[in-house]
């Protein structure tokens, strides 16, 4: 399967138009993984490039998966996002079945939640709240997705 997905991106026009047929999978999700940490953290994509010597640009094409990014690369901004190099991979090795497929889609929408600005300020703020409040502000919350 890898095989054939390097053959067919190493005949595939190089065009804009056929610029998502040569894009590899592994580059697509690293891309993502890195922009996932990269919010989470709170990091503008200036602040990382500075940090790994590259263009903000250069960090949107890593994130969108139109750019490979490179080992020594990719080391530096492991580093930068304080998290181990295998956390840009380890999607890559599961795969999905029928049995866990809508945990999974649950816990991808969770987390792409969570990385965003309004996702981290819910956080910070349920976390701020004492735990032996924690069950009613849930309550709270859920009368008011009842409402909608």
Do not use: W
Not at 1 to 7: C, D, E, H, P, S
Not at 52 to 62: H, R
């Amino acid at each position: 399967m890898l095989q054939k997905t390097l053959a067919d991106a190493a005949s595939a026009p190089t065009d804009a138009a056929n610029e998502t047929t040569a894009r590899h999978i592994a580059d697509i999700e690293v891309g993502k993984r890195i922009k996932k940490r990269r919010q989470q953290l709170r990091l503008s994509q200036t602040a990382l490039g500075a940090a790994v010597g590259v263009s903000f640009q250069q960090i949107q094409k890593y994130e969108r998966g139109t750019n490979r990014v490179s080992s020594s690369t990719l080391y530096e901004i492991a580093h930068v996002l304080e998290t181990p190099i295998t956390y840009f991979f380890e999607s890559l090795g599961q795969r999905a079945t029928l049995a866990n497929g809508e945990l999974e889609r649950k816990a991808a929408v969770r987390e792409e939640f969570v990385a965003t600005d309004e996702g981290q300020r819910l956080v910070d703020a349920f976390l701020a709240v004492p735990k032996k409040m924690r069950p009613k502000f849930i309550s709270l919350l859920a009368t008011f997705s009842s409402e909608l």
